[in-house]
Structures are given as C-alpha cells and as structure tokens.
C-alpha cells in the first residue's frame, strides 16, 4: 500500500496564479483531511470529507476549495494565490471517528511559496 | 486563548537524557489524545495515542494524560539522536457524529538530541 500521496512535492506560483494540490489514498478511507502547517503554528485544518461528494469547511478555509469526486482522491484547490498560502499542505485519511484506535495518516505534504 | 497550548522549545539534550513534552488545552469535550512524530520535511506519524485519563507505555515512550487538570504529557526515556524531530500532541472529542474526527494540534515541539 501507498498509504496517501501528494503531488506535486514543491511548487513556487506567482501572487493571482491558480493550482490544484493532489491528494490520492489507497486505504479505501472514507474521511479525509486537507492541513496546512506554518513554522511554529502546528497544524491547521482547511477542509475536510467525509466520503465522496460530501465536503465540509475547517478551521482556514478562505482562499480554497474542495471537491471529492471519488473516495480515493481528495483534490485542494487555491485560486487566485497570495502570499499569506506559503506554507506547507498535508492530506490525511481516516477510517471512522469513533473507531479505536483511532488515527488519522498523513501524506508527505507539498511545499508551496507564493511570491 | 489558544485551545492547545505547547512550548515550541526548541530543546535540544544529550543523548541518553529523559525528555519531557508537555501540552494544555482549555476544551472539555477532548477525550482521544495522540502525539504524532513529525522528522524533518516529512508528514506527521502516530506515535501514541491515549483515550480518557491515564497512562500508556510503549517503550521508552510513556504518553500521561490527566484530564482533571487539561494536561498532556509524552516521556522519553534514554533519548537517541533517532528520536530528534518535532513532536505534536494532538487531541479530539473522537465521539463520531458531530466530531468527524477533527483534530486540534499544539503548536509542536522541535527536540535535537546530540551524540
């Protein structure tokens, strides 16, 4: 198993540029998670879902947007980018909140700057 | 007031030494709580998780929870330079329903332990 996976693993965009962050899992998890972590802040959630075609907003979710089309991929989208989105984006999944014991797997994250 | 407080260090000790990390939250709803091992440009990993009051070993690593006081804590003991990482307690109510397995992390911790 793959467990999740991101793509790309870095990308620099320019301020008003738009991009899609990748996020595949192959643990037939229904509940996934999209983060961001900036130095010093932990993790902050942005989205999350919890199976296909039901999405829902986190904690920062201004400048993004979500879909879930599939159970396996979960696809983070920033239009229109600026400088406050550096940072670095984790997915995660999850089997059932509830369950125990419980634990939420994590991609290898993407490195964005924007500048 | 930040839900989950935690000293950010960084901390850095020889090798050998026992390490203590700590966090405080304010909510009482938390019940589930991990603390996830995150090495330098990687995703975070589950490296203990306790559910209500406690303690749980596994190890050198001893995770203590006392919820009378909102206090979490994760021992380390005869550190190895393998243990150098940010470390990130995280918590959640994990009741299913309502929850959906949204965490809330700490701002996390950066340990160097040195040969």
């Known amino acids: 198993n793959a467990g999740v996976t991101q793509t790309p693993k870095f990308r620099i965009l320019k301020i008003g540029q738009s991009m899609t962050l990748q996020c595949t899992q192959d643990m037939n998890h229904n509940y996934m998670y999209w983060y961001r972590q900036d130095p010093g802040m932990g993790l902050k959630l942005i989205y999350y879902s919890v199976g296909a075609g039901i999405t829902d907003k986190g904690e920062v979710p201004n400048g993004y947007n979500v879909s879930r089309s599939t159970t396996e991929d979960f696809p983070l989208r920033l239009e229109l980018a600026a400088p406050s989105q550096t940072s670095v984006y984790f997915c995660?999944?999850?089997?059932?909140?509830?369950?125990?014991?419980?634990?939420?797997?994590f991609g290898p994250g993407t490195r964005l700057t924007v500048t | 007031q930040k839900e989950v407080e935690q000293d950010p260090g960084p901390l850095s000790v020889p090798e050998g030494a026992i390490v203590s990390l700590n966090c405080t939250y304010s909510n009482s709803a938390f019940q589930y709580f991990m603390w996830y091992r995150q090495y330098s440009r990687k995703g975070p990993e589950l490296l203990m998780y306790t559910y209500s009051s406690g303690n749980k070993e596994d190890g050198r690593f001893t995770a203590q929870v006392d919820k009378s006081s909102k206090y979490i804590s994760l021992f380390i003991r005869d550190s190895q330079p393998s243990d150098s990482a940010t470390y990130l307690c995280a918590m959640t109510p994990n009741a299913g329903g309502t929850s959906y397995g949204k965490l809330t992390f700490g701002q996390g911790t950066i340990l160097t332990v040195h040969p």
């Open positions: 995660a999944s999850s089997s059932p909140p509830g369950t125990y014991p419980y634990e939420q797997y």
